[in-house]
């Protein structure tokens, strides 16, 4: 059997459409007076569409070292690195630790250090704390399922990084249009917290490259820092203003990360052969 060709213009082309019929569709019932839920089911559908497309693409592919791979991703718990995870987790509480700190000086509470009475969204009526597990499980099965292999096939994960983040962001658009998410939200409060948000994202990115990298393209791990970032977004209760400022602290890290890991996100040996043993 031939070596896999990834095609990540048909797998993101599928996502987007996908995704974007059902957020869409969300966004017109979600101003209806009669939405009785049905928004937020078609948000979970929406959100389940990377998740489905890179699951289909694999198991029809017919290549079983993809389909191996794959597995040993999910649930390869060898894979982890823990001292990776724990320094990419206390790495986030470190920047949002500054960006309220940062923000003091600038004028806003200290009582941002404190936690949120409840998460902002749910979704098909199931607590906020699972919509946020199942959105960093539904994300990941999606993007380091496939999605970050097949641009990564073909270019450095530090250019891989780069294209994802930009595509990540444009991902969550329509959700700025559908009632009552967070992303909504931020629309309302005005244009700049909504670019705030999807110019965030890309650094973002970097972040999540890195943990993917270094604990051996693990999607558990990439599971446990989404997460753990869902978490923190949503529970700590910082301001729309400080988030601006995590934005900025979130370059930072991002520039740090890459310049102390150059090898790994210049690097080109894995193009071509991310499926080798």
């Known amino acids: 059997m031939g070596q896999y060709r990834y095609r990540p213009l048909r797998f993101y082309i ?27 089911l078609l948000m979970l559908f929406g959100l389940t569409a990377p998740a489905v497309t890179a699951v289909i693409t694999i198991l029809t ?3 079983k070292a993809l389909k191996a791979d794959f597995k040993r991703k999910l649930i390869g718990f060898y894979r982890i690195k823990p001292l990776s995870v724990i320094a990419a987790i206390f790495g986030f509480l470190a920047i949002v630790v500054l960006s309220i700190l940062f923000s003091v000086l600038a004028g806003q ?18 607590s906020a704390m699972l919509t946020i597990l199942l959105a960093a ?15 990564a096939s073909y270019f450095s994960w530090f250019t891989e990084s780069v294209i994802f983040g930009f595509v990540w962001a444009l991902w969550h658009l329509p959700l700025f249009w559908i009632k009552g998410t967070y ?28 943990v993917y990298v270094k604990n051996n393209r693990s999607m558990l791990a990439c599971i446990i820092f989404h997460l753990f970032v869902n978490a923190m977004q949503e529970k700590i209760a910082m301001t729309p203003q400080t988030k601006c ?33």
């Not at 599928?14 to 937020?40: K, P």
């Not at 499980?137 to 641009?151: H, K, L, P």
């Not at 400022?245 to 991310?274: D, R, S």
């Open 183 to 210: 992303h909504y939200g931020l629309k309302e409060l005005g244009v700049l917290y909504a670019l705030n948000f999807l110019i965030g994202v890309v650094p973002l990115g970097f972040l999540t490259t890195w």
């Open 14 to 40: 599928t996502c987007f459409a996908a995704t974007w019929i059902f957020w869409i569709l969300a966004a017109v019932v979600s101003q209806s007076e009669n939405d009785n839920g049905i928004s937020a």
């Open 137 to 151: 499980v539904i994300e990941e099965v999606g993007w380091r399922g496939y999605g970050e292999d097949s641009v």
């Open 61 to 63: 592919s017919g290549n």
């Open 245 to 277: 400022v995590e934005t900025i602290i979130i370059f930072f890290a991002a520039a740090v990360i890459v310049l102390a890991n150059k090898e790994m996100f210049f690097e080109k040996q894995h193009i071509g052969n991310l499926l080798d043993e």
């Open 109 to 126: 509470s200290l009582g941002q250090f404190s936690f949120t009475e409840d998460f902002s969204f749910s979704v098909a009526g199931t």
